[in-house]
Nanobody
Framework: VQLQASGGGLVQAGGSLRLSCAAS????????MGWFRQAPGKEREFVAA????????DYADSVKGRFTISRDNAKNTVYLQMNSLKPEDTAVYYC???????????????????WGQGTQVTVSS
């Protein structure tokens, strides 16, 4: 299984970025997809998740109303649209592929056996 994240960069506070994660080696449309982030010196934390069909989504409280997760199963790609970015959103963002069910533990790292390499997002004040 390979996950390739892209779309990170440097943006000013209040700006927007869209991250993409292209998946291969697994039947993409069968699995929950998630985004996590890790800031320097901090634990990797949950950002958002989306069910296999895209009908269900879940967000960390810190990003609700600003970030939107979506997926295109025909393109084996999951997206994270990030608006109204804040300096505290600065981190390396990782995509991950999880189980098949919309599991209550979807916010936990150990629900996701496969991870991408990460893409850096830096928000300047």
């Amino acid at each position: 299984v390979q996950l390739q994240a892209s779309g990170g960069g440097l943006v000013q506070a209040g700006g927007s970025l869209r991250l993409s994660c292209a998946a291969s080696g697994r039947t993409f449309s069968n699995y929950v997809m998630g985004w996590f982030r890790q800031a320097p010196g901090k634990e990797r934390e949950f950002v958002a998740a989306i069910s296999w069909s895209g009908s269900s989504t879940d967000y960390a409280d810190s990003v609700k109303g600003r970030f939107t997760i979506s997926r295109d199963n025909a393109k084996n790609t999951v997206y994270l649209q990030m608006n109204s970015l804040k300096p505290e959103d600065t981190a390396v963002y990782y995509c991950a592929t999880g189980g098949t069910s919309w599991n209550p533990i979807r916010q936990m790292k150990n629900f996701y056996p496969y991870w991408g390499q990460g893409t850096q997002v830096t928000v300047s004040s």
